[in-house]
């Protein structure tokens, strides 16, 4: 081989390699990625602000103090009456003996209501802790609010303090009545269950003023939420049915009609049954004046 001819073969040998190399470093690279639009969707935030997404997987951004405390129950701005049951989550530093103040204010500012959440869970720990609590108050007309959610601070030094305030507004409420059932109450004298009136037992709720409070009263009962206080005391319930909901309510000549949608067929059964659950219908019904009497819609409701 000539030397002019070596020579040749050498620069093709570099001159491949130079073009293998750049191929190589090329497809190396990695492939640049259009930057990420995020949807323009807001969240609400418990002290009435808002964040929206960010980031490469457009998750939403904090929400002040949410690092330290989440609440579940009420939303920011929500219409609230007596009593409110306050829900979420908070790291245990923001506890001190498992609890930390809540206080309400009204739209003057003044404080109405002041009590304490308690944690449902060990609450010396960094994570976070479930809490609730249960805060009653009176406002005689609608209005805006202020719930605040204080860090406990035992030291009472200002370094030590945090809170978070929740906009709220406030709503009147009136007492009303709804009536469970208590077998110990309804018994013969040899202890067998009479299935009777006698049975039915009282408990108080507070429900927003409204243009429908027998409604309002009635879908209160069917939620059957008794405290475990009056479930000591024996009382208990079947509601809620699973299915059953209220349809509607109309008032003629002192005779109420009540609607209501069971597609499962929950309000069937045996007579004991059934009698006790129009029972309790009936009388939270008769509590409202000029209501004498109670009918039902359709008619195969509550039948044995």
Known sequence: MTNNNFLKLIIIILVLSF???????????PFSQKPVACTQEAKLCSDGSYVGRTGEKCEFALCPKENLIKVENPMANEKISSPILIKGQARGAWFF??????????????????YYATAQ????????????????????????????????????????ADELR??????????????????????????NIKCSKDGLAVVERNIPISQTPIQDTIMLLL????TAEEKSQGITTEF????????????????????????NSKTV????????????????AKQFPGIKQVTFMP????QP
């Open 19 to 29: 073009i293998a190399g750049l191929v190589f470093i090329i497809n190396s690279k």
């Open 97 to 114: 003996e498992a609890s930390f103040p809540i206080k309400l204010y009204d739209s003057k500012n003044q404080l109405i209501a002041q």
């Open 121 to 160: 869970g060990e609450w010396m720990t960094e994570n976070f802790v479930p809490f609730e609590a249960s805060l009653e108050f009176i406002v005689d007309n609608e209005q805006a609010g202020t719930l605040v959610l204080e860090k406990d601070n035992p030291s009472g030094l200002p370094e030590y």
């Open 166 to 191: 929740i906009p709220v507004m406030l709503s009147p409420s009136k007492t009303v009545k709804l009536f469970y059932y208590n077998p110990n109450l309804d018994k013969d004298g040899s202890g």
């Open 223 to 226: 939620k059957g939420e008794l």
């Open 240 to 263: 809620p049915l699973e299915g059953l909901s209220l349809k509607g309510a109309s008032v003629k000549d002192g005779v109420l009609t009540i609607a209501f949608e069971d597609p």
């Open 269 to 284: 059964g045996g007579a004991c049954r059934v009698s006790i659950l129009w029972r309790q219908i009936e009388a939270t």
């Open 299 to 302: 008619e195969e409701l509550f």
